[in-house]
């Protein structure tokens, strides 16, 4: 039942439907954030999601761009859902690519082909129930800063949404003949990078998947859409050409540069890996440090006000906590590390610690969750403490 699904899917993402959304992508480039051209692709976007069923959204952000142009922006993400049947799971998976491109080319490859992918991916999965939610999102402001990702993120983690995994697509199109595509995970995500190869294996795909990594540095907004993500302490995937394209950023990411059976094989494995995924009973444990919050001053364990986007700073005492997303198997314990460290181990949730040490600098702060079948889950951030008053008791 599983593979009749999957080839079902497989056969609904041709050339036909990739060229169709691709040369509409491509007609309203440039999409400079910003621009009407930008604005009409989003459009195109949330009616194509409106029309496949899903739930569409647009989330209006404004920003200051950081990288290559200066400006004050205005822009929006456009975001369908798919919803699960499974109401007991409340995590998503997220697909997305960046629609925006620079101002010098039309970004046929970048990011026009993440962008079909997730059209595509939308499409063939659309006609049919899957037991976790799936989230098919684009976002623009990429090529100024990441500031589409940046908002969704931070609107996702004052939700404390779950979140399975963020697959993210950039420049997936362009191909001299390797037939290559790199999957790079992040430290936890790595058998999401496993489901990738089973499925280009058993599905003869006919691509090489090349593994990576993604390192997790927590403060480096550098990359692709996936580094926010990182920030807040979910898991990601990203979806990377073999070969590089040597069109990247010119006039010259058009039609032509983007090859269009590749792209349809590239797009074919990540919507088969999404309905693999959708359908999992069983997956591995997820732990996130969900407070101190990411962005945020602490005085004495109370939430104070917003500082740095992604910096955290506690003055006093506070308790960790720790928060497994959805377990499909229950969790047996977990231990919590201080600058490496074991300082204390939780055997029932909610897992927490109270941190009451004497500090005048950052620590960082790891937790390690481990279910029954002895799989494991970790996450660390760094945190600056604050804390003179020694305690008479
Ligand atoms: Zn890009």
Known sequence: ?????????????????????????????????????????????????????????????????????????????????????????????????????????????????????????????????????????????????????????????????????????????????????????????????????????????????????????????????????LAYGWESICCWEGDQDPNFHSARDNLSNVNLSYLVNTTRIIAATLAYLADLSETPPQVRITSPRVGFLYNAGMRKRAIDEFKTTVINDIWIWAEVDYATVPIERAEFYYDGKLVFTDTEAPFKWQFNKFSLRKHQITVLVYDQLGRNSSDWREIRFINIFKKIK
């Open 1 to 229: 039942m599983e593979a009749e699904k999957i080839n079902e899917i497989l056969s609904m993402i041709d050339e036909t439907l990739v060229l169709e959304f691709l040369e509409t992508i491509v007609g309203f480039g440039p999409r400079m954030t910003g621009t009407y051209g930008c604005e009409k692709a989003a459009q195109y976007i949330h009616q194509e999601f409106k029309d496949l069923g899903l739930i569409a959204r647009y989330q209006n952000w404004t920003a200051w761009g950081t990288r290559y142009y200066h400006h004050f922006y205005t822009s929006q993400n456009v975001e369908g859902t798919l919803t699960g049947t499974n109401i007991m799971d409340n995590s998503a998976i997220i697909f997305n690519a960046h629609y925006d491109s620079v101002a010098r080319g039309p970004g046929a490859n970048d990011d026009g082909s993440g962008t079909i992918a997730v059209l595509a991916a939308a499409y063939a999965l659309s006609h049919f129930d899957f037991k976790r939610t799936v989230k098919f999102v684009t976002f623009s402001g990429e090529e100024i800063g990441l500031a589409g990702s940046r908002a969704y993120t931070k609107e996702s983690y004052e939700r404390n949404d779950s979140i399975l995994v963020e697959i993210n697509a950039d420049m997936i199109g362009h191909d001299e003949g390797s037939r290559t595509m790199t999957v790079t995970a992040t430290e936890d995500a790595g058998w999401v990078a496993d489901i990738f190869q089973t499925i280009n294996n058993n599905y003869t795909i006919g691509l090489t998947v090349n593994r990576g990594t993604i390192n997790r540095v927590r403060h480096g907004m550098s990359g692709s859409d996936h580094a926010p993500f």
